[in-house]
């Protein structure tokens, strides 16, 4: 039966379909596209509109321009805009009222572990409390961090934080990744607790640590010898299986390395000033 009715189907009819084929291949990636162009004008919008609310273009409490503005001013269209503006929502930036419109929702309210708001406020310069706040949370986990790693007493965490270590002393005269390097040790203790919201509070911020560490360095410019001296302290306490004094010693590290930052802030001119140079 299966042959009997491929019989019934003309040359003239396969030739006629297999030519439609490449035709709805085109189609579709033509709506690809499409769609993908939709997704980045859409990322590219909330992304805008997120760091213009960080800087306060449009501060807290503080209503957005009507949507036909909104759409001229950005020549989107309404759904691209409506779409931007469920992202923001999503972040809890922005709220939707009927009758009301769009307001900017209070700074505390803002979801600050969101990789995006973060980004938004290193893309816009982060000030000297932002960064601060962001100390608090550090001194807050890394001590702490620093013992479990300590007590865990991993032999491939002390290697990634030797390592790591290694390239900071190596790279301290700006001949290769300082930053990165430095990035690598914090990371590495927080992956060598062994808690896994440990690690993914460290992927979350590993970008606004980054930063951090920029502005930690330049602050410290003429002490660079006494971080790397208190970094080599947290790593031999860690090999030692200390953990009271990988816990002390990384309290001293963060406590001088915000100092370093205010330091650095205060050249730059101070709290309204940009607190990152790059």
């Given at each position: 039966m299966a042959r009997a009715s491929k019989q019934l189907i003309s040359p003239a009819e396969r030739t006629a379909?297999?030519?439609?084929?490449?035709?709805?291949?085109?189609?579709?990636?033509?709506?690809?596209?499409?769609?993908?162009?939709?997704?980045?004008?859409?990322?590219?919008?909330?992304?805008?509109?997120?760091?213009?609310?960080?800087?306060?273009?449009?501060?807290?409490?503080?209503?957005?321009?009507?949507?036909?503005?909104?759409?001229?001013r950005f020549d989107v269209s309404r759904t691209a805009l409506r779409e931007a503006y469920s992202v923001l929502t999503a972040k809890a930036m922005i709220v939707a009222r009927p009758k009301i419109g769009t307001r900017v929702r209070p700074q505390a309210d803002w979801n600050m572990l969101d990789p995006e708001v973060l980004s938004w406020h290193l893309q816009s310069t982060p000030t000297e409390s932002f960064v601060a706040e962001l100390f608090v949370l550090r001194q807050m986990v890394e001590p702490e961090a620093a013992a479990l790693a300590a007590r865990a007493h991993s032999r491939l965490t002390i290697e990634r934080v030797a390592d790591a270590y290694r390239?900071?002393?190596?790279?301290?005269?700006?001949?290769?990744?300082?930053?990165?390097?430095?990035?690598?040790?914090?990371?590495?203790?927080?992956?060598?607790?062994?808690?896994?919201?440990?690690?993914?509070?460290?992927?979350?911020?590993?970008?606004?640590?980054?930063?951090?560490?920029?502005?930690s360095w330049e602050g410290a410019s003429k002490i660079q010898d006494d971080r790397l001296h208190q970094h080599r302290g947290i790593l031999e306490a860690i090999r030692d299986g200390s953990a009271e004094l990988a816990k002390s010693r990384m309290t001293e590290l963060l406590s001088d390395s915000i100092e370093d930052v205010r330091q650095y802030s205060r050249e730059r001119g101070g709290e309204g000033e940009p607190a990152a140079a790059r």
């Open positions: 379909a297999g030519s439609v084929r490449p035709e709805i291949g085109r189609a579709e990636q033509r709506g690809g596209a499409a769609q993908s162009l939709d997704r980045s004008i859409r990322a590219s919008l909330a992304g805008r509109l997120g760091r213009e609310i960080v800087r306060g273009v449009y501060p807290p409490g503080s209503l957005l321009p009507n949507a036909a503005d909104m759409c001229a390239r900071m002393d190596e790279f301290k005269d700006g001949a290769g990744d300082l930053i990165g390097a430095d990035l690598d040790f914090h990371m590495s203790i927080l992956e060598g607790t062994g808690n896994h919201f440990l690690t993914a509070l460290g992927g979350l911020i590993g970008a606004a640590l980054e930063c951090v560490f920029e502005l």
